[in-house]
């Protein structure tokens, strides 16, 4: 199965008015027997947010981003292109029955927000990249933690990780370090 696991940080909660800063992302293939298989290629690109997109200070501050910051970051028309051309690479979009899973932790957040970037980019065909529905690895995990649910503070990726016994290698809310441990989680409870 081809899988891309990817994460964003975003600069608010709406896909229409907001805007992509980092997409993150590692393209696998899973098999059911032996898990992640072959070579496995990763991308991070930080992503200046088109000139209409809003721009919440306090997502920023989430993120530890600057306004100034982001606006030295890569234009969203090239790192559209980018991403295209590394998804025709594995993917032929004019077959129906060769696309790859999107997964996620909250994935459909992510999804959405990457289907609207390619929209504002004038490209209405992101379906036919992804199969749909998304791979939600936080809906995997909360059926794995539905018995003992009560004893996590909260839901957020961290602690998720942490009940299933993996280490935090890095700062959260960086979408590379982030998806990393989607990846563990996901591997972790297909194993059990």
Not at 53 to 68: F, M, N, P, Y
């Amino acid at each position: 199965m081809k899988m891309l696991f990817a994460d964003l940080e975003t600069t608010g909660l709406d896909p229409k008015k907001n805007g992509i800063v980092q997409l993150a992302g590692i393209f696998c293939d899973y098999d059911e027997n032996k898990g992640f298989v072959g070579v496995q290629e990763e991308f991070n690109f930080l992503i200046r947010p088109f000139d209409s997109d809003e721009i919440s200070e306090d997502a920023l501050k989430i993120q530890g981003r600057t306004q100034e910051q982001i606006k030295t970051y890569a234009s969203p028309t090239e790192t559209y292109l980018a991403i295209k051309s590394m998804l025709g690479h594995r993917v032929d979009k004019y077959n129906k029955k060769d696309k790859m899973f999107f997964c996620g932790y909250n994935a459909k957040f992510d999804m959405d927000f990457l289907r609207e970037f390619f929209a504002k980019n004038k490209d209405v065909y992101f379906g036919s990249w992804f199969f749909f529905p998304p791979i939600d690895v936080m809906l995997m995990a909360a059926v794995g933690r539905m018995y003992n649910r009560t004893e996590l503070p909260d839901f957020k990726l961290g602690t998720v990780a942490q009940s299933y016994g993996i280490k935090i290698d890095g700062d959260l809310h960086d979408a590379l370090v982030d998806i990393k441990l989607t990846m563990q989680l996901f591997q972790q409870m297909m194993s059990e």
